[in-house]
T-cell receptor
Framework: SQQGEEDPQALSIQEGENATMNCSYK?????LQWYRQNSGRGLVHLIL?????REKHSGRLRVTLDTSKKSSSLLITASRAADTASYFC?????????????FGKGITLSVRP | DSGVTQTPKHLITATGQRVTLRCSPR?????VYWYQQSLDQGLQFLIQ???????AKGNILERFSAQQFPDLHSELNLSSLELGDSALYFC?????????????FGSGTRLTVV
């Protein structure tokens, strides 16, 4: 079953605008990760934020984590047409070496040129 | 190229048949994970191996089995195939055990059962 639930399910924006995607989860986590998937391709790891971190940046990406609300957001600034893809949040339950990543159903982002 | 190699890229087979999907992890990664992606179920975790040992099992059907070999490549065997097994099957690898770090995904095997 899905742990993370992304919101919205689909997002369409103009090139140059910012895109904000949200993820909520149910149980305590060790870390939360965001991945991108271009149509029919493999997933690409974007960023990982640990449960004791509140915000992390990587290039045009900014991720926040609020463990009290069990939610995370991914902000892509100054979006480009090449950012068009599906974005997934994945949570790592507390469990050490035997923990696994559980993925949400994803958000489809369309960036119009 | 992510460094994780999956073969074949596409597979079309009939119901009742058996297939084997192969995965070579990124160089140096000891952990291998298998996921199934379908439109209705999303990405479902199947099974995890670390250095040849099974470490975690997810929603893997009894008709499915997997193993990781001494050279660290892994195979996912799907038998008595049904139409509903049609999906994208991904292999991923990681340096760290479990979900402590990011995963590197292969480009997947698209299985079509007819």
């Amino acid at each position: 079953s899905q742990q993370g639930e992304e919101d919205p399910q689909a997002l369409s924006i103009q090139e140059g605008e910012n895109a904000t995607m949200n993820c909520s989860y149910k149980t305590s986590i060790n870390n939360l990760q965001w991945y991108r998937q271009n149509s029919g391709r493999g997933l690409v790891h974007l960023i990982l934020i640990r449960s004791n971190e509140r915000e992390k940046h990587s290039g045009r990406l900014r991720v926040t984590l609020d463990t009290s609300k069990k939610s995370s957001s991914l902000l892509i600034t100054a979006s480009r047409a090449a950012d068009t893809a599906s974005y997934f949040c994945a949570t790592a339950a507390i469990g050490g070496a035997n923990s696994k990543l559980t993925f949400g159903k994803g958000i489809t982002l369309s960036v119009r040129p | 190229d992510s460094g994780v190699t999956q073969t074949p890229k596409h597979l079309i087979t009939a119901t009742g048949q058996r297939v084997t999907l192969r995965c070579s992890p990124r160089s140096g990664d000891l952990s291998v994970y298998w996921y199934q992606q379908s439109l209705d179920q999303g990405l479902q975790f199947l099974i995890q191996y670390y250095n040849g040992e099974e470490r975690a099992k997810g929603n893997i059907l009894e008709r499915f089995s997997a193993q990781q070999f001494p050279d660290l490549h892994s195979e996912l065997n799907l038998s008595s195939l049904e139409l509903g097994d049609s999906a994208l099957y991904f292999c991923a690898s990681s340096t760290l055990q479990g979900a402590m770090g990011g995963y590197t995904f292969g480009s997947g095997t698209r299985l079509t059962v007819v």
